[in-house]
C-alpha cells in the first residue's frame, strides 16, 4: 500500500487534464517544486476542490502513483484574500509563480526559497517593492546575489556616481568599466539604494519607501535581463 505524505504548499499553477483531472505545481514546504494530479478535481463533488485555488497555501497530502503524485487530501491554510481582491497584487503572484516555475529545474526541498515565499505572500500589501523584493532574494539563494559596493569588474569600492549594472559581471559596474566594456545599463542612485536594502532585507525601511516610475523601470529592466542571462 501506498504512505501518503504530508507537507505544505502554495498553489502556483493549475492546468486542466482530462477527465475533470487538474494537474498542480506547488511550492512545498518538504519537497521543493511538485506537480500533484488532483483526480477528478474539477468536479463540483470533489473535497479536495475548495483547498487547491491558485495561490492558496495549503495543508496537502498525497500518494506516489505510477506516473503522477496523486492528491488525497487539501486543506486551507491561508487564502491571501487582501492579494486576490487586487490586480496588481495577483499579477505579481503570477509573475513570482511564473519565476519559480522557470528557474527552479528538479524537485528539491529549499527552506530559504521556502522562507521567502512564506515572507512575500504576507507583504504582498506594499505593491511596488514586493516583487523585486522577491525576485532579488530568489537570484541570491540561486547563487545570483549581485554586487552592489564594489565594481563586479575591476573590484574598485564604488563612489555615489553614475553606475552601470552588468548582468554579465554580476553586478554594479563603475563609469570606466562600462566605457572599457559597453556592457551594463544605466541605473540611478534611488534604485540602487532600493537594491541593495533589498538584499540586505531591511523591509522596516523599504516599507516606507515610494519608489518612483523611474526607479521602478530600472529595476524591471535589470530584473528582466538577469532572467534572460540565467535562464540561458
Ligand atoms: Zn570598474
Known amino acids: 500500500m501506498f504512505l501518503p505524505y504530508q507537507t505544505e504548499g502554495f498553489v502556483l499553477k493549475k492546468e486542466d487534464q482530462a477527465e475533470a483531472d487538474q494537474l ?13 494530479l488532483g483526480k477528478a478535481i474539477r468536479k463540483i463533488t470533489s473535497k479536495l476542490r475548495a483547498g487547491m485555488e491558485l495561490f492558496y497555501l495549503s495543508q496537502i497530502e498525497f500518494i506516489q502513483g505510477k506516473t503522477y503524485k496523486i492528491l488525497t487530501e487539501a486543506m486551507v491554510i491561508d487564502k491571501f484574500k487582501e492579494m486576490r481582491e487586487n490586480l ?4 505579481i503572484a503570477f509573475k513570482i509563480s511564473e519565476d519559480l516555475d522557470n528557474l527552479l529545474k528538479g524537485e528539491e526541498q529549499d527552506e ?3 522562507q521567502l515565499l512564506l515572507e512575500v505572500f504576507e507583504k504582498l500589501n506594499n505593491l511596488q517593492l514586493i516583487y523585486h523584493y522577491f ?6 539563494i540561486l547563487g545570483y546575489k549581485p554586487e552592489l559596493y ?7 569600492k564604488l563612489k555615489p556616481e553614475k553606475l552601470y549594472f552588468s548582468v554579465k559581471e554580476g553586478g554594479l559596474i563603475c563609469k570606466n568599466c562600462f566605457n572599457k566594456f559597453d556592457t551594463g545599463i544605466e541605473i540611478n542612485i534611488n534604485a540602487i539604494k532600493i537594491l541593495r536594502l533589498i538584499i ?4 522596516k525601511i523599504l516599507e516606507h519607501i515610494k519608489i518612483n516610475d523611474e526607479d521602478e523601470k530600472c529595476l524591471e529592466i535589470i530584473s528582466q535581463n538577469a532572467i534572460l542571462s540565467i535562464r540561458n
Not at 150 to 156: D, E, G, N, T, V
Open 135 to 140: 525576485f532579488w532574494n530568489f537570484i541570491s
Open 88 to 91: 496588481e497584487r495577483l499579477n
Open 112 to 114: 530559504k526559497i521556502w
Open 200 to 203: 540586505k532585507k531591511d523591509w
Open 150 to 156: 564594489f565594481c563586479a569588474s575591476c573590484q574598485k
Open 24 to 36: 498542480f505545481t506547488i511550492f512545498s514546504k518538504d519537497f521543493g517544486k511538485i506537480k500533484i
